[in-house]
């Protein structure tokens, strides 16, 4: 494994593609929430939520290479769990993304794997899944719209998530497979963590902070905030069973200015799924 950095990506091998398809079924777009999605909703959004600057504008069609990584977990404060450092993961793993025909493209294969006619706007998304007992979560996070052609998918490691069985809550609280995992990380303009602000509630079971090196869940008051890492996970989410939905996570708090500011963005989800997300807090 080696380390690699946000943006345009040195060319390396390609692993063996062991296989190949383009399934004819459209990405329903849905909207999540408490009750769970609802796949006849189209979303539309001018928030970041790890997709870039702007509103959706048209449909873009892109050359997209996928990098399948795990965090360094050598890797501390600010920029904890950061698309900026991470290792690529060999083995074996099934991506799929959407394309400009409304098709989902999937290959299976090693990373990275390359895709023709990438869909690209705000509700652009990318999915990985492991081989079994390979140690870690399926994945999926957005398609940056500034992506210049690569797209590193984070996924984390089962053991990752252990810490949830350990918070104080009133009732028993385990990762439910049948739910949705989302990892929010707010982020300043040059990518790293942003401490002091709150997420407001996304409908899942439990909002849990990092703080240091222990996930807390914070009572509702005084109101929970991040720390320099800027992390938030939406514990078991309602989501559905097959890719297309989005949640919004909004984020507020105090921007460096001293001003109350409150921002949003889309994070795909799916049953099963550890999503990942950056959310630009300015």
Not at 82 to 104: H, K, N, R, W
Not at 231 to 258: C, D, E, K
Request: net charge negative.
């Amino acid at each position: 494994m080696f380390r690699l950095a946000i943006g345009p990506y040195f060319a390396i091998a390609f692993g063996l593609l062991v296989a190949c398809s383009s399934r004819d079924v459209a990405p329903g777009l849905a909207q999540c929430g408490a009750s769970g999605c609802n796949p006849n909703t189209v979303v539309s959004s001018s928030g970041l939520g790890g997709a870039g600057n702007g509103t959706d504008s048209g449909t873009l069609g892109v050359t997209m290479n996928v990098f399948v990584v795990e965090f360094d977990h050598s890797v501390t404060g600010a920029n904890t769990w950061s698309t900026a450092s991470v290792q690529e993961l060999s083995g074996t793993f099934t991506v799929d993304l959407p394309s400009t025909l409304g098709t989902i493209l999937t290959l299976s294969g090693g990373s990275p794997l390359a895709f023709d006619n990438v869909l690209v706007t705000g509700q652009g998304w990318v999915s990985a899944v492991p081989a079994t007992n390979s140690g870690h979560f399926p994945g999926m996070r957005n398609i940056p719209a500034d992506s210049a052609g690569s797209v590193n998918v984070p996924l984390l490691r089962t053991n990752d998530l252990d810490f949830v069985s350990t918070l104080p809550s009133t009732l028993p609280l385990t990762v439910d497979s049948t739910k949705a995992q989302v990892v929010i990380k707010v982020v300043d303009a040059n990518g790293v963590g942003v401490s002091g602000v709150t997420a407001l509630d996304m409908g899942a079971a439990a909002m849990a902070y990092l703080s240091g090196s222990f996930w807390t869940l914070p009572p509702v008051i005084p109101v929970p905030t991040t720390d320099v890492s800027g992390l938030i996970m939406a514990i078991n989410l309602n989501a559905l069973s097959q890719p297309g939905g989005f949640v919004t996570a909004t984020i507020t708090g105090i921007n460096p200015q001293g001003l109350q500011v409150t921002v949003t963005g889309l994070i795909p989800v799916q049953a099963g799924f550890v999503s990942y997300g950056t959310v630009l807090f300015q």
